[in-house]
């Protein structure tokens, strides 16, 4: 296969129609090697763009098979429009096996990208110039829908799960073609691609998928078909779109229990489960095996987040309700 060409900027007009394998060029590291991140241009006749991304946070992995699988799968389609397909977001994060970029200015610096868009070019934070390289020379002007693939983080889980700002005509559309078990009308989070590009016309939403540092072949699947179902929408691909049997628990504010001690936690409810005010969601002990706390629902909802990780601070959270 070609070696990839190094851009510094994404300017689709420059493109002509087929696929291109890209290295996008970021920034700098302290030593002045190249932060490039892999980019994929299925570019078709006129028509929508659509950008798939994955990987912002860096150990939120699962996004990246649904972009691979998608590509496979339309390796000989002929597209009515381009997709702009950004599988490895946060090159940084990715390789140290962390949700943040890591930049080593004035020390070693961490950062949340998903709360850094636009970004600022003269920033002292390098990775909030990388943010702003993202947004400037990757986003900027070119996407019609922007589709941001994340997941739980370290320690947590999520079923399929969309935060999305459903008083946004475009955004609840799409909203309605996702499989996912739960939804969440959400005004958004600053700084994060969702919110940011919904502020400037473009319809966005942010899909997650399980946990970190997996790939899980159902929620890959479901992950897979809401794409398609988006992409039948915007008329890039023909087909129907498919709910896959599904009727997602929509909900608007979420509920979250939070460990009061530190200690060793035993989970008593599942993903999706519907709880009653009241039930049984965790049980804490100590190090010495000593009972410490329970922990129950504060109201009914049903149960969108868990803690994976037994060991738990206080403060860290145990599970998140949606109601």
């Known amino acids: 296969m070609p070696e990839p060409a190094i851009i510094t900027k994404l300017d689709l007009s420059e493109l002509q129609p087929g696929r291109h394998d890209l290295w996008f060029r970021a920034a700098e590291t302290g030593i002045g ?141 799409l909203v309605r073609l996702v499989p996912a078990d739960q939804i969440k009308d959400d005004p958004g989070e600053p700084g994060s691609v969702e919110t940011e590009m919904v502020a400037t016309g473009v319809p966005a939403m942010t899909l997650e998928l399980g946990a970190s540092k997996t790939f899980d072949p159902d929620l890959t699947r479901r992950g897979l078909q809401a794409v398609r179902n988006i992409l039948i929408d915007q008329k890039v691909i023909q087909g129907k779109p498919d709910m896959l049997g599904v009727t997602p628990f929509a909900g608007s504010e979420e509920i979250n229990i939070r460990a009061a001690r530190g200690g060793f936690v035993d989970m008593h409810v599942a993903l999706n489960q519907p709880v009653a005010q009241g039930t049984l969601l965790a049980t804490q002990h100590n190090a010495f095996g000593h009972h410490l706390a329970d922990y129950t629902a504060p109201e009914a909802g049903r149960v969108l987040s868990i803690a994976t990780d037994p060991m738990r601070e206080p403060g860290a959270l145990l599970v998140k309700l949606l109601k």
């Open 33 to 173: 090697t190249p932060i490039d991140l892999p980019i994929v241009v299925l570019k078709g006749s006129p028509g929508r763009c659509v950008y798939l991304q994955a990987g912002l946070h860096g150990d939120e992995l699962a996004g990246v098979a649904v972009i691979h699988h998608l590509l496979d799968e339309l390796a000989e389609v002929q597209l009515s429009g381009t997709i702009v397909a950004i599988p490895c977001a946060n090159p940084t994060g990715m390789l140290a096996h962390s949700r943040q970029a890591r930049a080593a200015s004035e020390g070693l610096t961490l950062t949340d990208l998903n709360r850094e868009m636009p970004g600022q070019a003269d920033s002292r934070n390098p990775n909030t110039r990388f943010a702003h390289a993202l947004w400037d020379r990757l986003y900027a002007g070119q996407p019609d829908v922007f589709l941001d693939l994340h997941t739980m983080t370290h320690g947590n889980n999520f079923p399929f799960f969309v935060f999305a700002d459903r008083s946004d005509p475009a955004v609840d559309r």
